[in-house]
């Protein structure tokens, strides 16, 4: 016997979670934008101001969609996925002298869980026809989902200059033939990925590699 499902309740508590994880990464952000080696990282410094001015975007949209709804702000450790963000939170928070690159790993990271978490909403907002929380959704990971490609644009550039910071003889060059690379890889793997969805899979780097190698890692 299928069980009705409040559904009003289920959305409020899908926006409560996201809010405790956007302010859960409030924590590691406030604390990098205060490193002493930042302004040496301009492309890095740019891209962090985005993120926090984004992160507290989102907070006060959140907020703002619980309250006409009539729901409440979760407890900072309801879930597992808050859990997480706070393991994040305290250990970037406690490491001052973490390098620039580290610091936007994370950053890469948290994001791309809120990316899912946020992809999770939409779909439960579309699903019950709740229109403006859904465009809020897609509002907020879209926003993220440029940001998460943005750091990977702007990495090479960031690991290079650690990299000098620590004498190491590398030439300004790396940076420029990793990002063409790393370009490539998602530009490879998104056409497949929609080549799958639509007319078949078609013949990716991943693919060739899987049947190169029989211990290639799959999915």
Known sequence: MAVMIDVQHSLQTYISDMLALEEHIRVPLTAQMK???????????VLLRRLTDLNYTHIQSLKAALQAGGG?????????????????????????????????????????????????LLTT????????????????????AEIIMEIGVAMP????RDLQETGAPVSDATAEQTRMQIETAWRISAAAAHSGS???????????NRGASGTYPTV
């Open 157 to 160: 550039d960031v690991v290079l």
């Open 198 to 208: 639509i007319t078949g899979t078609i013949e990716s780097d991943a693919a060739i």
């Open 35 to 45: 490193d002493e080696d930042l302004p040496n990282y301009p492309s890095a410094e």
């Open 72 to 120: 409440h702000e979760a407890h900072a450790i309801k879930t597992a996925v808050t859990n997480i963000e706070g393991w994040f939170a305290s250990a970037i928070d406690k490491v001052r002298k973490t390098k620039i690159a580290k610091a936007l790993r994370d950053d890469y990271t948290a994001l791309s869980l809120c990316c899912v978490s946020y992809s999770m």
């Open 125 to 144: 907002a579309n699903a019950y026809e709740a229109p403006e929380v859904a465009e809020l959704a897609r509002r907020h990971l879209s926003d993220y």
